[in-house]
């Protein structure tokens, strides 16, 4: 079972001097969004996936920072339109695919019903596409836009992707419509004119399966945003290394704890938990666990992140306040924030790191220790 995603359009409405998959939606690239939606479904052994000729830089870039998606096991170029790029995907696949799912990488929020769903209409029937049920009332007009008829609406829906098909039905579709100079604006349509009926799949989550088009979909596809926040204190003691947002300071003293107590870290972390509504750090990593005895924070933060993803969340930003009187943290700043954009998998400039004193109030203003404070934000 694999899947062919497309991620070769222009999308030139939207107005971006870009293709819009790469823009970030949710806290991440369109793009990542969607494979990383289609991995959840957890029913495709792999995904080829179609790229514009001109995109391979930002694929790259993108990939650098956030690493390839393990399914993506081979990359093409597409075509002159939609059809001719889901045809080079066709023949990319390999040996021994008996179904394959297409969608557009331009529905970054297709859910796992809505995948499995067309699935396993495909396994059963041959074919599965993705469908909602229509919910305005539809008129078809003339040419002066005077109503000639209205439909009616329960027997309509509204398509979308994933479309899922039986290899060789697809094929035989494509090839047939090539032969015949005949477009058509998706797969369906194709095969509808090979004469194989065509099943259409309502799940879970399908309405909000929207595509991405013009440039008001990309505000509305920002999705629900939620906001945590993060507290941590340890305390300052001789013999251990200062550990701040995974940057080694030099100092005399260190803070205590059972991981490598990274103050800043851990407020982190809560604050992303918080906001998912996912608990704490200790009920993740307990401290009575001695796998954690030492543990890089950083590392731990990582660990976070894939946790918000694997339950449909994603970090937006994050905000780090760290108190301290002593040392000056001022030029460790920037790789602080260099660290956490690449444990969250985020932008740079989607992470603050300030630091200040207390004016010798407090147990921080006395050295006694750091405290660290956090507000994240993360994306649905």
């Not at 970030?24 to 957890?42: D, K, S, T, W, Y």
């Amino acid at each position: 079972m694999w899947a062919v995603v497309v991620a070769a359009g222009r999308g030139e409405r939207t107005g971006l001097p870009y293709n819009k998959v790469f823009h970030p939606v949710g806290g991440e690239a369109a793009l990542m969004r969607c494979l990383r939606a289609l991995e959840r479904a957890r029913v495709f052994e792999g995904f080829v996936l179609v790229l514009g000729e001109t995109d391979y830089d930002a694929y790259h870039e993108m990939t650098r920072s956030l690493g390839v998606p393990p399914l993506v096991k081979r990359v093409v170029t597409g075509g002159a339109d939609r059809q001719q790029s889901v045809y080079n995907g066709l023949l990319a696949l390999p040996e021994g695919v008996d179904i394959v799912a297409v969608h557009d990488a331009a529905r970054p929020f297709v859910s796992p019903e809505v995948a499995r769903a067309t699935v396993d209409s495909a396994i059963r029937y041959g074919s599965g596409v993705a469908a909602t049920r229509v919910t305005d009332t539809i008129k078809r007009v003339n040419a002066d836009e005077i109503a000639d008829e209205t439909l009616v609406r329960s027997a309509l829906r509204a398509v979308q992707t994933p479309q899922t098909f039986r290899l060789d039905w697809l094929m035989q579709a494509h090839r047939d419509a090539a032969e015949r100079n005949f477009r058509a604006t998706d797969d369906a349509a194709l095969v509808e004119a090979i004469g194989k009926p065509v099943h259409l799949t309502i799940a879970q989550g399908g309405e909000l399966n929207m595509k991405l088009t013009t440039r008001d979909d990309l505000r509305l596809g920002q999705g629900m945003p939620r906001v945590g926040t993060g507290y941590d204190v340890h305390r300052l003691v001789p013999g251990r290394a200062l550990i701040l947002c995974g940057v080694e300071i030099p100092f005399e003293m260190g803070l205590l704890g059972h991981s490598d107590a990274d103050v800043a870290a851990h407020a982190a972390a809560d604050a992303l938990l918080g906001a998912a509504a996912l608990g704490d750090l200790g009920a993740h990593f307990p401290d009575s666990d001695e796998r954690y005895r030492g543990a890089d924070s950083m590392a731990l933060l990582g660990e976070v992140a894939a946790k918000l993803r694997a339950a449909g969340w994603s970090p937006y930003n994050i905000d780090i306040t760290i108190v301290a009187q002593r040392p000056k943290l001022a030029p460790y700043i920037g790789r602080m924030r260099e660290n956490l954009a690449r444990a969250l998998m985020i932008g740079i400039s989607q992470v603050s790191v300030k630091a200040t004193t207390t004016e010798g109030l407090g147990f921080e203003g006395e050295g006694l220790g750091i405290s660290a404070q956090a507000v994240a934000k993360i994306i649905g």
